[in-house]
Nanobody, 125 residues
Framework: QLQLVESGGGLVQPGGSLRLSCVASGFTLDYYAVGWFRQAPGKEREGVSYISSSGGSTNYADSVKGRFTISRDSAKNTVYLQMNSLKPEDTAVYYC??????????????????WGQGTQVTVSS
């Protein structure tokens, strides 16, 4: 069974950090670009970051640039999203997704073939 599982979400105070993990099972994540998306209550899903299959290309939404870092660990079949200097407006359910083209994007969800179930991130004092 092909599956993506996110973890690492939780409740954190403003200014804090979290590291989200996206683990693939049933397939090798190395061949896929991986994107992180988020959806806050009452808002549309938005792309946060992606990393290409080679790891040579990454991109970030303007709202998270300089605060979030995406990376991948082939040995663990995992992609990470390190989130620093978190703000209340970062509160959302975060989803990872895998794109078989290997390219990746944050402007659309349609290229992605597989999605995780999401992990809740809440930034609040």
């Amino acid at each position: 069974q092909l599956q993506l599982v996110e973890s690492g979400g939780g409740l954190v105070q403003p200014g804090g950090s979290l590291r989200l993990s996206c683990v693939a099972s049933g397939f090798t994540l190395d061949y896929y670009a991986v994107g992180w998306f988020r959806q806050a209550p009452g808002k549309e899903r938005e792309g946060v970051s992606y990393i290409s299959s080679s790891g040579g290309s990454t991109n970030y939404a303007d709202s998270v640039k300089g605060r979030f870092t995406i990376s991948r660990d082939s040995a663990k079949n995992t992609v990470y999203l390190q989130m620093n200097s978190l703000k209340p407006e970062d509160t959302a359910v975060y989803y990872c997704a895998a794109d078989s083209s290997g390219i990746g994007t944050i402007v659309a969800a349609t290229p992605y073939d597989y999605w995780g179930q999401g992990t809740q991130v809440t930034v609040s004092s």
